[in-house]
């Protein structure tokens, strides 16, 4: 039974991301709008609001086809062509950006409910004019129904200006890489939240240990945290995993271990692994390492001699900036401890030294020849010394990516004025004094 609730909770997850959710959930809604008010009209609310409004009321059927007919071949024509212009857009985003921006574009859920008016209107529109003139009715022209799907039709109009304003404004990239942004630091957030520090139990230290290996080629996204700690509890085991949350993880490859053999081993595997979330997605709401990753490949996509667009690039470096201050308040392990306080699994979050290194190294790459990506890359190598102070282990980390990115520059950038303005800076990081050793300023070109 736990199994079977935790398999519905990942559902569940992955339904309410699906760009059909909303949608279907207002199509169903009309649906189910146009059978009260056709019921109503077998009740005679026609009748009654002629007597009250006539000029809400069409009396004439060949109007009211007419009228049904336009405004359902006019919403068709509609939704082809607004879903004809998110194809296009998601196109050019995935050209200009990174493919992976896509599922974020997608996902906004206003878009997602002009969609749904549209679905809905049609819907609605198409079971007014099934039951017009309809035997199973005792009023012959519904006229109501018919107001409120002009109603509808006209609604949908306004919507559609909104969907256009709209969906230029999210392939821009400042849009896209904001709402990047505003999603991995809120899962950093959260994750620090939850971070108990670096005190790990004595019971993840000792050396007898049985692998678990994973059922399926895919992503290690997360997994249902208090059916997994009831399941330890009864088994009295722990569980450390071997990848960090995140990686990509091959068929029957280890990714994590128990603490001691158990007799009925087979069946803790599975009631085990029948809640850990498997999948091919990387999306930067389940975990903080891929809105980095997303930031730093639409940076490193800027930068490519095809789009050219450095601006970008400064951008994403800022939003890598602030990301990488959050970071640092994060260990790099994270236990979960059961109700009685006992220390039951153990993930590895990767070290802020590994994820700062690469993605930094894709940007030194491709913006070592420009002067102004090699003092934003500084500058934020000197926004996250101030950061760092609490946090003096994480020093020699952004020392060491400083000296190559310094190595990079110092071979390709040759204009003494552009090297001029690399060494003041240098300085001025350099009288932080923070560091022993002082990174070495760029000589003087030949």
């Known amino acids: 039974m736990d199994k079977i609730l935790s398999r519905l909770k990942f559902i569940y997850q992955y339904i309410i991301t699906s760009i059909g959710f909303i949608p279907t959930l207002i199509s169903i809604a009309f649906f189910a709008l146009a059978l ?17 409004l006539p000029y809400l009321i069409i009396r004439n059927g060949e109007t009211a086809n007419m009228i049904l007919s336009t ?25 200009n950006f990174s493919p992976r921006v896509v599922p974020g574009l997608i996902s906004y859920k206003s878009n997602q409910s002009v969609t749904g008016l549209y679905l809905g209107t049609l819907i609605y529109t198409l079971v007014v004019m099934v039951n017009i003139h309809s035997d199973s009715y005792s009023t012959d022209l519904p006229g109501f129904a018919i107001f409120l799907s002009m109603v509808f ?5 306004g919507f559609f200006v ?20 505003k999603i991995t630091s809120q899962q950093l957030d959260e994750e620090i939240k939850r971070d108990r520090g670096a005190q790990e139990p004595h019971v993840f230290e000792q050396r007898e240990w049985q692998q678990l290996k994973s059922p399926v080629t ?20 722990v569980l450390d995993f071997d990848q960090p949350l995140g990686s990509f993880l091959v068929e029957g490859v280890p990714f994590a271990r128990v603490n001691k053999k158990l007799p009925n081993m087979e069946a803790f595997t599975d009631r085990l692994l029948g809640h850990v979330n498997f999948y091919r997605e990387e999306r930067a709401g389940v975990n903080y390492i891929f809105g980095i990753k997303h ?14 667009d450095p601006g970008t690039a400064l951008k994403a470096i800022d939003y890598l900036t ?32 590994d994820i700062y290194g690469l993605t930094l190294a894709p940007l030194r790459l491709y913006g070592k020849q420009d002067s102004v990506v090699v003092l934003k890359l500084l500058l934020m190598l000197q926004s996250l010394l101030y950061k760092a102070r609490p946090y003096p282990h994480l020093l020699p980390v952004l020392y060491r990516e400083a000296r190559l990115l310094l190595h990079d520059a110092g071979e390709n950038i040759q204009n003494p004025g552009d ?28």
């Open 162 to 181: 909104y969907f256009i304003h709209s969906i230029t404004e999210s392939v821009q990239i400042d849009s896209i890489l904001e709402s990047i942004y």
């Open 218 to 237: 895919g992503y290690l996204q997360g997994l249902d945290e208090k059916a997994v700690l009831h399941i330890l509890e009864e088994f009295d085991v």
């Open 419 to 446: 090297r001029k303005r690399i060494n003041l800076l240098l300085k001025q990081i350099n009288g932080m004094g923070l560091q022993h050793e002082p990174l070495p300023l760029l000589h003087a070109a030949d």
């Open 322 to 353: 602030a990301l990488f201050a959050q970071r640092m308040q994060l260990t790099n392990e994270k236990v979960l401890y059961d109700k009685n306080g006992a220390g039951r699994v153990r993930f590895e979050h990767q070290t802020f030294g």
């Open 71 to 95: 405004i359902a071949t006019g919403i068709f024509s509609l939704t082809v062509f607004s879903f004809t212009m998110v194809m296009l857009v998601l196109n050019q985003a995935s050209t």
């Open 153 to 157: 039709a006209i609604i949908c109009l």
């Open 36 to 52: 009260v008010v056709l019921y109503l009209e077998t009740l005679g609310l026609s009748k009654t609001l002629d007597e009250k």
């Open 295 to 308: 930031i730093t490949e639409s940076a490193v996509k800027a930068l490519s001699p095809g789009i050219n």
